[in-house]
């Protein structure tokens, strides 16, 4: 289907791919916007402001719409189309034959929504009700016997998808739906069928659930193999140890793994913790998972092959980093330390009695070297043993889900030397730092703000926090004060929170999205810009905590920059041009970009193009032709790395700018 770049009515206007506020604006009105009947007949789910609430990923935004006892999904592409309607076609064939359980009704429907006058493809599907994957993991993660059972579920339906020859495409933790003990996958884009051999795909998947191999030409049954066994092992490896969940930030994008450690797999921080973990089971599973990116992917077995339990590896490395920065962002608890016992004997625990045999020669080792570098404040410690126990022992009667190594390692201190704390009398503030974490947990938010402040006013005493723990403390505490409207709204804890962070060596970029909203929420629009435009930086070029993920936010941070181009003009249109031109230098392609940057920004200027060009048309028809002039010559800029059809809309404004100057029209206009 050929796309309209632009198209003449009663004066030449810009028609281009909708965005997601052009969908969000027809939406509103059902009746006007569906050529469907069912469809117009119900209306979409509503945000606390009375608009609708969409779900907007990579490739499309979806509606939840409702009414008459019918619920639906609305799927409304964000880009034009090429084959998706014979591929949803084969797709709608050959599940009719199979009659899937977990596969939900849909119909492709190629005059679906009326956007701005022109009609736009959609996929309506039945809405699956449940929760997602990670939430529904998140839930259970202290059960094992449910997440096995999960488990098993998962791997019954990818074979049952495997023997009839298809693939879903993008298995990942969005895409599964969890209701009770049934499954359900949404999301039919880019599904392999067999009538389908020979096609290409028409989208890679979620990285954090994708071979590094996968490429468009590899589009065949076999495309689920490496994200299902990614799924499958997460799973098992929960069920073993859910501490592992908040240590790996579990539900981030992910469920264990992301695409940076596929990248480095001997150098990754996720696969070191796994495989020097003490249980033989996790790192069995964590070493199934190397071995799987060591292959080709054409060679991955399916979900039912046994583990490799002997193959040859590099042994993993431990990051090169301090180990306080191998620590999780949110929790703080550092990777487990490596086993000195064999798998057969019990896993002695510091400062617990277990009755299990203890590694005297190593502890007394090093308590020695603790006692001589901080023998002062052993002395101060010491003194306060009555309190210090009561507080720990408060701690551990408070998160008895918690595995007590976990609690214990959570409460060393590895910041300056390499003396720790004793674990058997954790400081002020690291009991409140754990006590603050158990509230998170537990969705206490109120109480968990009361702690992280409690840690904060302890440290300036025993100074005993380290920097990531002391910016996740201001960086909880900032997300309570900016869902209350507590003083600044969070901005001076975000900051704080960002600084701290970044003195640990964390490049977090979602950080900055936090900051830039603020500013926006203050009218701070040219700051809230630059922050954004860093956000944007750090994101398309990788050096984000979230790798890949950082990606996708990048395309969020331009939709907040283009939204606020109004008020940014309004308030100085010289700055705010000036800044429009250095993100746009930014975006045009560079020599130095390898492929994967090259591809993304072309992307991102993309939809950074829509916007400029959107804003010219609306500065030309209030008057501002000096304004218009400059953002149409931005968009020249642009032309040759955007989509087709933006130079005949350049040429456009340009024919319109240079008739009114000539001719300036008169106050009846």
Known sequence: MVDPVYKHQEKIRLVAWPSPQDYNEAIQNPQLCFEDRELANLAPQLNALGLPKPATGNFATVYHLSGNDSEFAVRCFLNPLKDEQHRYAALASCLKKLNLPFCVRFEFIDIGIRVHGDWRPLVKMEWANGTSLAEHVRSIRTKPEELNKLA????????????????????????????????????????????????????????????????????????????????????????????????????????????????????????????????????????????????????????????????????????????????????????PEPAVVSVEEPVPVRGVTTGAPVQTRQFVTLSIAAALVLLPVLIAILSSIPKLMADHANVLEQQQHVAPSTINRAAEDAAGDAALVSTANPTRAQSAYLKALKASDEDLDALAADYYKAALTANEIDHSLTERQFGNCWHMIGHWQYRHDEGDSGLSAFRKAYAAYDKSGIKYTNMLDDIARVLNNK?????????????????????????????????????????????????????????????????????????????HKTDALNMFTKSIADEAWNQLHMGNLDTAKKLTDLLGRCIGNAHNGYEQIYKDLMRQISDRIKTPPTSAD
């Open 152 to 335: 098993e579920n998962f791997k019954q339906m990818v074979l049952r998808l495997s023997e009839s020859g298809i693939a879903h495409g993008d298995l990942q933790h969005g895409n599964i739906i969890v209701d009770g003990d049934r499954i359900k996958l949404v999301d039919y884009d880019g599904v392999f069928v067999p009538e389908l051999e020979g096609f290409g795909s028409n989208e890679l998947g979620h990285p954090n659930y994708q071979h590094p191999q996968r490429t468009a030409d590899f589009f065949n049954g076999k495309l689920d193999h490496f994200s299902a066994w990614v799924i499958y092992a997460s799973l098992r490896i929960l069920a073993i140890d859910p501490t592992l969940w908040q240590m790996l930030n579990g539900g981030d994008e992910c469920l264990l793994f992301r695409h940076a450690d596929y990248i480095d797999p001997a150098g990754s921080q996720a696969f070191y913790i796994l495989e020097t973990h003490p249980d033989p089971q996790v790192r069995l599973w964590s070493r199934q998972i190397r071995w799987l990116l060591s292959q080709p992917i054409e060679d991955l077995p399916a979900l039912d092959a046994p583990p490799m339990a002997s193959v040859n590896l590099p042994p993993v490395r431990e990051p090169v980093v301090s180990f306080d920065q191998q620590k999780d962002l949110f929790t703080g608890v550092p990777p």
């Open 523 to 599: 009218r701070s629009y040219f700051e809230s810009t630059d922050t954004s435009f860093a956000a944007l930086k750090a994101g398309l070029s990788g050096a984000g905590r979230d790798g890949d993920v950082g990606y996708f936010s990048s395309y969020h941070e331009l939709e907040s920059i283009g939204s606020q181009m109004p008020e940014l003009l309004k308030q100085d249109p010289k700055r705010a041009c000036l800044a429009f031109g250095k993100i746009v230098d930014y975006l045009l392609p560079s020599a130095t970009d390898n492929a994967e940057v090259r591809s």
